[in-house]
């Protein structure tokens, strides 16, 4: 009788633990129609003209008590037009890959990760980032790219609408070069202001500085650019809604030595549900003086694509 009433006290404090934690298996399905010039339509669905790549990830939380939660997540990216995986970094878990541990204290985070300059764009630009985003492609996320491997980082707690984040990358996990990236971002109601700043040892360090404002009737947005070197630029742009529709209008302008390069997006989006949504979009390149084939950093010059998303 002792034995059973043990076993049961077992299992109802195992009961317990369990119910504090979570384990959720979520995705992205997203794929279309892309149309580039100089190339014959085709589908895409971890593209340029994608909204966003298709994905599979897990993530869960537990609950430590005493307000202290450990998080992790792990995603990978894929293609619906074979299956074929290994998208957004070359490896299985090339999107996300991270443990972390939070409290009132904040948020420290250690693995591969989006980093603090892209959740700092990404806290006023107005595609959410999209592949064809004109922001994301003429400024590569303040220079650094969205994702970074072995990167500790920490994020304090929300402040009425203010909070920051600071990451560092050791030396031997970045080729014998350490770097840092930081972004401090106010978003409160209609309004959200965010600076952005990466920088490794031996290079000049990539800041972007932008802004939104939700008028109701609009919402407009706007950066300054400086990756470095001799490059600057800006960005400017609007987003209308009407109903379950909207369109939005971005402008990515970047002036360096002897170039002058513009990108340019039209998108239109349509809420089919909470969930799912239709979208178009041209997206046009500007030239990137030969850096890439074609002269082109995305490969062309325009672009038009249609296609559906579903987050679930």
């Known amino acids: ?5 043990i076993a049961l006290a077992v299992l109802a404090a195992s009961g317990a633990a369990m119910a504090q934690s979570s384990v959720t298996l979520y995705g992205v399905a997203d794929a279309g ?4 010039s100089g190339i014959s339509a085709q589908m895409t669905s971890a593209g340029v003209m994608n909204n966003g790549t298709s994905r599979l990830g897990v ?5 430590l008590g005493g307000g202290l939660k450990a998080s992790f997540n792990f995603e990978h990216g894929l293609s619906l037009e074979d299956g074929s995986g290994n998208k957004s970094g070359g490896q299985m878990w090339s999107r996300a890959a991270w443990l972390a541990l939070q409290g009132g204290f904040g948020r420290f985070q250690m693995g591969r990760t989006l980093n603090p300059s892209f ?14 985003s004109a922001v994301g492609n003429q400024f590569n996320f303040t220079g650094e790219g969205p994702r970074t491997n072995s990167l500790f980082q920490y994020t304090t707690p929300n ?3 203010f909070s920051g984040t600071l990451g560092y ?14 972004n401090g971002i106010y978003a409160n109601g209609p309004l959200a202001v965010a600076l952005s700043y990466n920088k490794t040892n031996t290079m000049k360090g990539n800041m972007a500085l932008g802004a939104s404002y939700d008028f109701g009737m609009a919402k407009v947005a706007g950066s300054i650019q400086n990756n470095g070197g001799p490059s600057k630029g800006f960005s400017i742009g609007a987003t209308v809604p009407l109903g379950a529709f909207s369109v939005t209008l971005d402008i990515a302008r970047e002036n360096g030595d002897g170039m002058k390069n513009t990108d ?22 500007g030239d990137a003086n030969g850096a890439a084939a074609g002269g082109y ?7 038009l694509g249609l296609g559906l998303r579903h987050n679930f």
């Open 1 to 5: 009788m002792k034995k059973s009433l």
């Open 297 to 303: 950093a995305t490969g062309a010059k325009n672009h």
């Open 59 to 63: 993530r869960g939380v537990e609950d």
């Open 169 to 182: 990358i050791m030396k031997p996990d970045n080729g014998g070069n350490a770097q840092y990236d930081l």
């Open 119 to 132: 959740y700092g764009v990404a806290a006023w630009e107005l595609t959410g980032t999209a592949n064809y």
């Open 33 to 36: 129609l892309v149309k580039s």
């Open 264 to 285: 340019f997006v039209l998108e239109g989006k349509y809420a089919l549900s909470k969930r799912t949504f239709a979208y178009a979009a041209y997206y046009k390149d």
């Open 159 to 161: 402040l009425g609408g």
